[in-house]
Every structure is written in C-alpha cells, then in structure tokens.
C-alpha cells in the first residue's frame, strides 16, 4: 500500500516567484471540491488571491501568514454559515486537507494558514474579501513552487492509539 503522497504532504512556507499555472489552480480547486461534506451540503467557497498587494497586506496583518510575503497565491477557505449551520467549519477543513495533499502532486508546495475562530479585532479579511454576512473564512492556504525541500516523513506515534476504549 502506497501512502506517498500522504506523506509527502509538508508545510512549505518558502516559496519561488514562479506563478501558479491557472491549470493548476484548477486541479488544486477541484481536489477540494472532492471533500466529503456532511449532507452533500458543500458549504465551501473559495477565493483565489493572487494580487501581490494583497497577499502583503494579509501577511502584515495576519500573524502567521508571513510566508504570504512569497507565496504567489492564497486560497481562502470561506464556508456559507447559512447552507450548514452546524458543520461548516469541518467540510471546510475536509476540503482544505485535499488542497494539501493535492500540492505534491502538482509539484507544489503550501500550508495551512490558520483563521477560524477568527478574533473580531482581526477580521480585516472581511471587509478585504467583500464577504456577504453568510460567508465566513475558516482558513487561508499559501500555494506556490516551494523554495525549500522537505523529506516525507510520517508522524505516527503509537501511544496515541487505543483500541476499544482508552
């Protein structure tokens, strides 16, 4: 059984200047649209920023999203609050782990950049995106050609599994 490209999966926070291919971004979408999601409901949306002035000032703003300073583009996970009240947040972080394990494959890189629950003194992404009331960013992915190189590596650790009970 071959988990390559699980393992493959790492978090790249330097990046190239090449641009991302559109076919790319393309695939990169699709692999997220595959998600399960609770209900078939498919709360997702996605936005594709790619605007240098824009992936600087999240990078300025946001505290973990420094790498955006060299990533050529971001894909915000945003979920509609109002197609799934209840899991919104975990079909878009379904949707989310396939962007990531889509990116080796493309010869890609990225990383998770944490949003949801976001804290009201900054949701500058809000008003940045244009987002309708219903529509909640649950993280951001920076995606680009990697300008480091990490080793698959897995991570298992037998003392956090348990068989029938703890």
Known sequence: MN???IFRRRSIRQFTD???????IDAILK???AAPSAH???PWHFIVIRNRPSLNTIAERHPYAKMLFTAPLAVAVCGD???SVKRWDQDCAAATENILLSLPALGLGGVWIG????EPSSDF???MLHL???IAVFCLVAVGYPAESKEPRTQYDARAVHHEQW
């Open 3 to 5: 988990l390559d490209f």
């Open 18 to 24: 090449q641009p991302v291919e559109p076919e790319k």
């Open 31 to 33: 692999a997220a649209m």
């Open 40 to 42: 078939n409901r498919r």
């Open 81 to 83: 609050r109002q197609v």
């Open 115 to 118: 949003y949801h629950p976001v």
């Open 125 to 127: 992404l809000r008003a």
């Open 132 to 134: 309708p009331e219903n």
